[in-house]
């Protein structure tokens, strides 16, 4: 699928793409070329988000925008040489306003050309798309008819004494018999001067085309006609400006505001079918009454239209990377008892997206996953839920991550997307089209639809799109994330494949040459192990007991205040001349108080450092803890010093040795476990504790 602008402004002609981009608001790009001559590179604006849409003519002038009808495979075959040689564009307009009698082959003052009437378009639409299509690496992409001009009668055939609106609907259905439909609708609307209120007037026309709009909205007279397959279609409005009388003038009068608010406001319904673009004809210097770099004012007007968060809504259905996927049983939709929706296999830190029922399978028939297949959305992020929503289309995936680190989730991954199906019969394999495939991918179960054992990530662009360091991490986070579901080791070719080792027939591409394999898998694995060590090093401190420490309690305080360090032992209750006491013991001494009367604590040195009782109290405290369990603690190892300096706290275990992967030593504190290899002491680290 071709990568779509963000936002609906636009600018015929390179040049004024500045406008939007300093604005943060990348628009769309119309260029105009022949097609006889050599590819253009549109990368530049490709690479700066711009959408890139190039109309392809056979001639100007009496050449014709469309060839003599006996030229139609000539034709066809130029467009496919030109798109081949071409980079950063997708979609292909095929000639212009053929209902004007200048547009025709072969006209002049004296003679009218060939008259193009609605099925010799389609007949040289149906051969210039299939051309394109044909062509490698395009064939998503889209391809338009030639865009009607509004109110000209020129063009007359039976059925049909004029009526433009009438000629773009007889070209769509032409096209729909001959197989090729539009993949988008190109369209041109205008005004009738220079007045900002001219773009959202309901003025209508005069006899006999009174329904028509006789301003801006004539657009919507031409989408009325669309035909009921076409209406899930994007709509690119390729040209537009005030015309006749006024055309463009050197003020700032807000008709580009206006024009731009106008297309906005028909998109912000819903039960509207959705426009892409408006294209401001045009930027290059020529006619002054077209010429928009030359007029700064219109420039301000612009920046003006620029600042609103116009944003292109996504079409209903696009012709996505993803074919039409097989299903994993036949039919297709088996008659089952109702099932619960799936809770679990959704991944906390996707945006849960689910889809409609109709495009994945609850479950997995008992299957386990075997690998996470990674695609490429031939299009942008946005357009991806659309698509997977789409009735009339049984295609998914569990994921999608966007050049921005974003990562949506479609499937739960414990029920079955419709992203890598084949069909298998007679130990053969087939794609969803039909065709005979051989998968180069060594772990394919024979006779078992790949859906059924595999996990599906699309992402964000075109193949020829090198990844964002933020899409490859989120990428790597996400496979992470899958391996500690599902024990998926990372192994190229094996464990981790691309859709084109699956079905390199209609997918060859995919997901593209800039994937690195290698480096994704080690950094997958890498990370995914150490995160498993680091689990069962928590587990392990888990399980250790630990000496509990009140940081709220008065002997723990009053210790602190005296720099009598960690507690060594629990606290110990004891009596002395009838009353009750409490003790504890700490690095510098043991403290004791007795009980209620909390503002008279005490402290005495440990027997071994020369303390001994001056009265019945310190005496009982001394006596009473001489037989506890003293925690042993080093002040002077590497680990106490450790946690000292990353704020731990005090020690609650001894230093003890352990075994994960190699033989560890650590110790347990009051914020976390500081460990170490015993074969790299000095490499101390530290985790926070499971609780």
């Not at 609850?362 to 959305?377: D, E, S, Y």
């Not at 731990?648 to 460990?675: K, M, R």
């Amino acid at each position: 699928m071709p990568t779509l602008a963000k936002y609906i402004f636009g600018m015929h002609d390179g040049g004024g793409e500045h406008l939007m981009l300093n604005a943060g608001k990348p628009g769309w790009v119309m260029i105009t070329q022949k097609a006889s001559d050599s590819g253009g590179d549109f990368s530049g604006y490709a690479n700066a988000g711009l959408g890139v849409i190039v109309r392809l003519n056979w001639g100007y002038g009496s050449d014709g925008t469309l060839p003599p009808s006996n030229q139609y495979d000539a034709f066809a075959q130029q467009c496919a040489n030109y798109v081949a040689q071409s980079r950063g564009a997708s979609i292909w307009i095929i000639g212009n306003e053929t209902n004007l009698r200048g547009e025709r082959p072969g006209n002049s003052d004296s003679n009218p050309g060939e008259v193009l009437t609605p099925d010799k378009i389609a007949q040289c639409f149906a051969k210039c798309r299939a051309a394109i299509r044909r062509t490698p690496g395009h064939e998503n992409d889209w391809v338009c008819q030639p865009p009607p001009g509004p109110w000209n009668p020129e063009t007359q055939y039976p059925g049909n004494g004029g009526d433009w609106v009438t000629y773009l609907r007889d070209i769509l259905n032409e096209c729909i018999k001959q197989g090729h439909p539009p993949d988008a609708i190109a369209l041109h609307t205008y005004t009738h001067g220079y007045d900002a209120g001219l773009c959202s007037s309901g003025e209508l026309m005069g006899p006999p085309y009174t329904s028509y709009h006789y301003h801006l909205r004539a657009y919507q007279d031409f989408m009325k006609v669309i035909p009921a397959s076409l209406r899930n279609r994007p709509v690119l409005i390729t040209e537009t400006q005030p015309a006749d009388p006024g055309w463009w003038q050197n003020r700032n009068i807000g008709w580009i505001q206006s024009a731009y608010k106008e297309i906005n406001d028909w998109n912000s319904n819903s039960a509207n079918q959705a426009i892409q673009a408006l294209v401001l004809f045009r930027w290059e210097r020529g006619d002054d009454r077209w010429s928009i770099s030359d007029k700064g004012a219109l420039h301000d007007d612009f920046r003006a239209a620029v600042q609103a968060e116009y944003l292109a809504p996504a079409p209903r259905a696009l012709a996505s990377a993803q074919p039409a996927q097989p299903k994993p049983s036949q039919p297709a939709k088996p008659t089952v008892p109702a099932q619960a929706k799936t809770q679990t296999g959704w991944c906390p830190f996707a945006k849960k997206r689910p889809i409609i029922e109709n495009n994945f399978d609850f479950g997995r028939n008992g299957n386990k996953v075997k690998a996470v297949v990674l695609h490429i959305a031939a299009g942008p992020m946005f357009a991806v839920l659309p698509t997977f929503n789409d009735v009339n289309r049984p295609a998914s995936a569990h994921f999608c991550v966007g050049k921005d680190g974003a990562i949506e989730q479609y499937v739960s991954i414990d029920d079955t997307a419709y992203g890598n199906g084949l069909r298998a019969k007679d130990g053969k394999w087939f794609t969803g089209g039909g065709k005979e495939v051989n998968p180069p991918w060594q772990d394919i179960v024979a006779g078992l639809n790949p859906n059924l054992y595999t996990i599906s990530i699309e992402h964000d662009g075109q193949p020829q799109d090198k990844w964002t360091p933020q899409m490859y991490d989120a990428n790597n986070r996400l496979l992470q994330w899958i391996a500690k579901q599902t024990g998926l080791n990372y192994v190229v070719h094996h464990t981790l494949i691309g859709h084109h080792e699956i079905n390199p027939i209609d997918r060859p591409n995919c997901p593209g040459p800039n994937v690195e394999w290698d480096r994704m898998a080690a950094d997958a694995n890498g990370e995914m192990r150490a995160d498993s060590v680091t689990e069962m090093i928590q587990a392990t401190a888990n399980e250790v007991p630990e000496l509990p420490i009140n940081l709220e309690s008065a002997l723990y305080k009053f210790a602190q205040t005296n720099n009598l360090g960690c507690p060594q032992s629990d606290e110990i209750d004891f009596q002395a001349s009838g009353a009750d006491f409490i003790a504890q013991v700490f690095m510098g001494g043991i403290v004791y108080v007795k009980k209620g009367d909390w503002g008279n604590l005490k402290w005495v040195k440990k027997p071994q450092e020369g303390g001994a009782g001056s009265d019945a109290a310190s005496s009982a405290a001394l006596d009473a803890t001489s037989q506890a369990q003293l925690l042993p603690i080093n002040s002077n190892s590497g680990i106490f010093k450790f946690a000292q300096a990353n704020n731990l706290g005090c020690p609650q275990s001894d230093e003890f040795d352990f075994v994960v992967d190699t033989d560890y030593i650590g110790q347990v504190y009051a914020n976390g476990f500081v460990f170490a290899k015993k074969s790299d002491p000095g490499n101390l680290q530290w985790v926070k504790k499971m609780q």
